[in-house]
């Protein structure tokens, strides 16, 4: 886990503490989208309601690995979220995109 991961995972641990979040879990699970390609979402993470989602945390995109959360997303009935960094003297936090 990096730095970036490990700030997020802070993040979920603390919406699981107020009951927001169920579970999550880093690398947690393995979807294959064709033949010997698969895409390994940073967390899996369950909502109280029991709706699964993949949380990808990323510094940068590189453009393979938006290409990769855009097919699984077209797969698998998952909400698929990409979590980006914002810089401290932008206000810090998060930005989301969902796919």
Request: with cysteine; net charge positive; charged share 30%.
């Amino acid at each position: 886990m990096n730095r970036t991961e490990a700030r997020y995972s802070l993040e979920l641990s603390l919406r699981k503490a107020v009951g927001e979040i169920s579970w999550f879990k880093f690398e947690g699970i393995k979807l294959r989208l064709a033949n010997n390609t698969f895409y390994t979402p940073d967390f899996a993470v369950m909502l109280r309601s029991g709706q699964i989602e993949c949380h990808e945390v990323k510094g940068y995109w590189h453009e393979d690995a938006r290409a990769k959360i855009k097919i699984a997303a077209a797969q698998f009935p998952f909400r698929f979220i990409a979590v980006t960094a914002r810089k401290k003297k932008d206000g810090g936090g998060w930005i989301i995109e969902e796919f």
